[in-house]
């Protein structure tokens, strides 16, 4: 005999189902959700979804049945608060067979007792305080920002007064970051001045190997020694070695590790013929 569970008065289709047929309805749950309904004719079994069914008394929700994948294989669950309280690992029970379903059905849904009752209440409740709270701080964003923008915007174009203002207030922290952010935009203007000679072969990479030095300037590879190491780039590598490794000194070039260097070429002038 063919199950037709939509057609059972006490079954019907949830919110999020949209228009599934009886066809659709995945075997095991769908007869899982057929015991339930059947052996229980006061309770109503919503269909979420193609093997999910949610089961309410009244209004009151008192768990979910259906198939989920789990482990290897797609098995019948039963899920509720019950059952999640039960086990810090698993928030639902799982098997083959649908009499065990019906058993852990029989065993855990039902309305809720009065501790019950009061420990869903004080979850409700946490979480309405939880959303309201975050509601309330996106709002008071929403009008932070364009206060501080507005702030921002009068301090840069007044700077001077803004600094004697901090002077005045005696707002050391403040000055102190003013000044450390102007060092932090003085390297990245070396950085960038650096990136961009490199990008443009503007510079010179310089690579340390048995005591020579491979100079590369555009297409123009040459091999030098300390005797033969043009002064222009002599100097500027040895101010470079005087660096930690990644630092940039601006005008000069980068140390990009123990062997390998970029000079930075103020001119055409400091570009050489090829020697090998």
Not at 60 to 89: C, D, P, T
Not at 138 to 165: C, M
Not at 240 to 265: H, P, Q, S, W
Request: hydrophobic share 40%; net charge neutral; charged share 30%.
């Amino acid at each position: 005999m063919a199950i037709e569970l939509l057609k059972l008065p006490n079954v019907r289709m949830g919110k999020t189902a949209g228009n599934i047929e009886e066809g659709q309805l995945h075997g095991e749950a769908k007869r899982l959700a057929w015991e339930v309904a059947t052996k229980n004719p006061l309770w109503t079994i919503e269909v979420d979804g193609f093997r999910t069914y949610r089961v309410l008394a009244d209004t009151e929700v008192l768990g979910y049945v259906g198939s989920e994948w789990y482990g290897s294989s797609h098995k019948l669950f039963v899920r509720n608060n019950r059952i999640a309280m039960q086990s810090e690992r698993k928030n639902a029970y799982h098997t083959d067979k649908v009499d065990k379903a019906m058993l852990k059905v029989k065993k855990t849904f039902g309305a809720m007792s009065l501790p019950e009752r009061m420990l869903d209440a004080a979850k409700k409740t946490e979480d309405v305080l939880s959303n309201q709270a975050h509601r309330i701080r996106v709002r008071a964003r929403e009008h932070e920002r364009p206060i501080e923008i507005g702030l921002d915007r009068w301090a840069r174009d007044n700077i001077t007064q803004y600094i004697l203002w901090l002077k005045q207030t005696n707002n050391v922290v403040v000055l102190e970051h003013m000044e450390k952010l102007n060092d932090v935009k003085a390297d990245m203007v070396t950085i960038e001045e650096t990136t961009k000679a490199f990008q443009n072969q503007r510079t010179a990479l310089v690579v340390l190997a048995d005591g020579k030095y491979i100079v590369k300037i555009r297409d123009n590879v040459q091999l030098y020694d300390d005797a033969t190491l043009p002064v222009e780039l002599r100097g500027k590598l040895g101010m470079l070695k005087l660096v930690e490794k990644e630092a940039m000194v601006t005008g000069i070039g980068c140390r990009v590790n123990d062997e390998i260097f970029v000079l930075i070429l103020e001119n055409e002038d400091e570009e050489t013929k090829p020697q090998i």
